[in-house]
């Protein structure tokens, strides 16, 4: 892959792309605690947590699953739904909404821009469906590095919650 994501096709998912996604999460989950957050996702594999395989399946049957490849390899992934995931403390949007449920990138890719190119990508299918809103939630712990990352591509902080002793942040962005 070059130094960018300009390289990147984005596509839509398959059932198929679970266990791509499902190695994606558990990279990801050891590049966290190798840096010392154990608090994001904790220290089990995503694949070996209970229900992590199902859900991943469900994402990739029932939403709307998008895979960023680069020469054919899948680097990242996205998932589209109508809304947050009911078993968060977050109410559904007073509007019709896409709301990202997974944003994922390759570890091995991390800082090429393929998380922008995903949320791009999010931006016009949620254009493309004729909404205006697009939702996101993500982990507010650490020094806020992931709620910045939302900020720069575009999305403002709304509310913040609590799940369990998870500290996590709902981001907006309009789509016009």
């Given at each position: 892959m070059n130094d960018t994501a300009d390289d990147v096709r984005i596509r839509p998912?398959?059932?198929?792309?679970?266990?791509?996604?499902?190695?994606?999460?558990?990279?990801?989950?050891?590049?966290?605690?190798?840096?010392?957050?154990?608090?994001?996702?904790?220290?089990?594999?995503?694949?070996?947590?209970?229900?992590?395989?199902?859900?991943?399946?469900?994402y990739m049957t029932e939403n709307s699953p998008y895979i960023a490849e680069s020469d054919g390899t899948p680097v990242g992934a996205l998932v589209l739904d109508s809304g947050p995931s009911p078993q968060l403390p977050i109410a559904p949007a007073e509007e019709p909404e896409r709301y990202v449920r997974l944003l994922?990138?390759?570890?091995?890719?991390?800082?090429?821009?393929?998380?922008?190119?995903?949320l791009s990508h999010a931006v016009a299918e949620t254009r493309?469906?004729?909404?205006?809103?697009?939702?996101?939630?993500?982990?507010?712990?650490?020094?806020?590095?992931?709620?910045?990352?939302?900020?720069?591509?575009?999305?403002?902080a709304t509310d913040s919650f609590l799940s369990?002793?998870?500290?996590?942040?709902?981001?907006?962005r309009r789509v016009d």
């Amino acid at each position: 892959m070059n130094d960018t994501a300009d390289d990147v096709r984005i596509r839509p998912g398959t059932l198929a792309d679970a266990p791509a996604i499902l190695h994606m999460l558990d990279a990801a989950v050891v590049w966290m605690n190798d840096r010392g957050n154990t608090e994001q996702w904790g220290t089990t594999p995503y694949s070996k947590k209970p229900g992590g395989v199902a859900r991943v399946e469900r994402y990739m049957t029932e939403n709307s699953p998008y895979i960023a490849e680069s020469d054919g390899t899948p680097v990242g992934a996205l998932v589209l739904d109508s809304g947050p995931s009911p078993q968060l403390p977050i109410a559904p949007a007073e509007e019709p909404e896409r709301y990202v449920r997974l944003l994922i990138s390759d570890r091995r890719y991390a800082g090429l821009g393929i998380g922008a190119a995903l949320l791009s990508h999010a931006v016009a299918e949620t254009r493309r469906a004729g909404v205006r809103l697009l939702r996101v939630d993500c982990w507010a712990g650490g020094g806020g590095e992931l709620v910045a990352f939302y900020e720069r591509n575009g999305f403002t902080a709304t509310d913040s919650f609590l799940s369990g002793a998870w500290p996590g942040q709902v981001l907006a962005r309009r789509v016009d």
